[in-house]
């Protein structure tokens, strides 16, 4: 049963054991409180995990679940874009219709709003929930976080009751990790907006805005991703670098005696950006080397628009130059 002991099976056969906890399997028994495990009262032997009478008396938690950091995730902007029906463009009527055939994609609220999650979020949530303890850290009400939850976490395996929402903040207009369980240098925070967490800029991995539906203040004079018929990538565009980028950051926490993100996070960073060319100068609206054009073509050096830097920035990723040309 590895780090898990239940009391009724401690001597008994494999046989008994499979029997006795077939229907605890569902559990993955990660926090126990008085001896019994506090999500189906689990009877639970007392040398399970490890203690944290310092918070709670009577709290243990498992060895596995202290392999985990905790992962703060904003939410409109960074795992979904949502838009009131009565505000779509004439290049957006269509969404009205085509709701469905977006296969668990594009949702209608009960508020007539629909909901676009972001490319490739559900596979993030999944993949970082063996990593993390997910959280959600939402300026929205409550009521409107919960409904949207239910969407990106169908099966309620990813957030459980970490539901961080406006009314938490006391009319404060600045995020903070005061109500996520555990050490500020295990706490990771996924934001588009890094003014709301100006206080903890360190644990900040910033993303670039996922912006689905017609929005002027953010796309400009440009088409939508719903106007243009398209999205971004799933594997190579924002949650899928973060990712990579959480994977790693897991790795050297756990490697450490010690280990802190806020000084890994610049780290890999670094190690990301090893292959980025930095250019010295900034003219008309381009970047420029001090070297010769000439000599730049032959030498693969690109002459790119300033938006090469945002989008590498903000996707922790190399983006194709030949899409940034000035």
């Not at 689990?42 to 950091?69: H, I, T, V």
């Not at 706490?187 to 689905?212: A, C, Q, R």
Request: hydrophobic residues 35%; charged residues 30%; neutral net charge.
């Amino acid at each position: 049963m590895g780090a898990y002991s239940c009391k009724e099976c401690v001597g008994k056969t494999k046989f008994v054991i499979k029997r006795k906890c077939e229907q605890s399997l569902s559990c993955a028994h990660t926090t126990v409180r008085d001896s019994r495990c506090i999500f189906c009262s689990q009877a639970m032997n007392d040398s399970f995990g490890l203690s944290f009478d310092y918070m709670l008396r009577g709290l243990r938690y498992s060895e596995q679940e202290e392999r985990k950091l905790q992962l703060v995730l904003n939410l409109d902007h960074t795992l979904l874009h949502c838009r009131n029906i009565k505000s779509l463009s004439s290049g957006e009527k269509y969404l009205k219709k085509q709701i469905h055939s977006f296969i668990g994609s594009l949702f209608q609220m009960a508020n007539d709003k629909l909901v676009k999650l972001r490319p490739f979020v559900r596979t993030f949530l999944e993949q970082a929930s063996s990593l993390v303890d997910i959280y959600l850290c939402t300026m929205s009400t409550r009521c409107y976080a919960e409904a949207a939850v239910k969407l990106l976490d169908l099966d309620s395996k990813y957030f459980s009751s970490r539901i961080i929402a406006r009314e938490d903040f006391n009319g404060k207009d600045r995020k903070n990790p005061d109500l996520v369980r555990g050490q500020e240098r295990g706490i990771v925070i996924l934001d588009d907006t890094e003014s709301v967490w100006s206080d903890h800029t360190e644990n900040l991995i910033v993303l670039g805005k996922y912006v689905y539906f017609r929005d002027k203040e953010l796309n400009g004079d440009h088409k939508s991703y719903s106007e243009t018929l398209t999205d971004e990538s799933e594997n190579e565009e924002a949650l899928a670098n973060v990712l990579r980028v959480l994977k790693t950051i897991h790795r050297l926490f756990f490697d450490s005696v010690c280990g802190d993100v806020r000084t890994y996070l610049p780290k890999v960073r670094s190690e990301f950006s090893r292959d980025v060319l930095y250019f010295s100068a900034i003219f008309r609206d381009c970047l420029w080397a001090e070297q010769e054009e000439k000599f730049l073509v032959q030498e693969k050096k690109f002459l790119v628009h300033p938006r090469w830097i945002d989008a590498y920035y903000f996707l922790w990723r190399r983006r194709p130059e030949d899409d940034y040309l000035p």
